[in-house]
């Protein structure tokens, strides 16, 4: 499974991005997807997860109403939309897959890491 992130870049305090995350694998509905993120200097962190149907999704508390993970089984894509941005956003995004729910939540295992889409947000 090869995982492409996309999306990233430079946004204003209190402005939008949209994350989309594309994975190479025919079998995509068998797998959980999640988002993670490193600030520099920082241990990499949980944002989302998402449901193999999408019916359930899980954030972490700091993105909880401002962040919304979906997908789209059909084309093999999960998405991050991020509204109400802050500086504190900033980092490298990760997206990542599992057929495990809680592994894509804690990250220990993960089955498959995309590369990183950088964003930036500023002050």
């Known amino acids: 499974v090869q995982l492409q992130a996309s999306g990233g870049g430079l946004v204003q305090a209190g402005g939008s991005l949209r994350l989309s995350c594309a994975a190479s694998?025919?079998?995509?509905?068998?797998?959980?997807m999640g988002w993670f993120r490193q600030a520099q200097g920082k241990e990499r962190e949980f944002v989302a997860a998402?449901?193999?149907?999408?019916?359930?999704?899980y954030y972490t508390n700091s993105v909880k109403g401002r962040f919304t993970i979906s997908r789209e089984n059909a084309k093999n894509t999960v998405y991050l939309q991020m509204n109400s941005l802050k500086p504190e956003d900033t980092a490298v995004y990760y997206c990542?897959?599992?057929?495990?729910?809680?592994?894509?939540?804690?990250?220990?295992?993960?089955?498959?890491w995309g590369k990183g889409t950088l964003v930036t947000v500023s002050s």
């Open positions: 998402i449901g193999r149907s999408g019916g359930s999704t």
């Open positions: 990542a897959a599992d057929r495990v729910y809680l592994t894509v939540i804690t990250g220990y295992g993960m089955d498959y």
């Open positions: 694998v025919r079998t995509f509905s068998l797998y959980y």
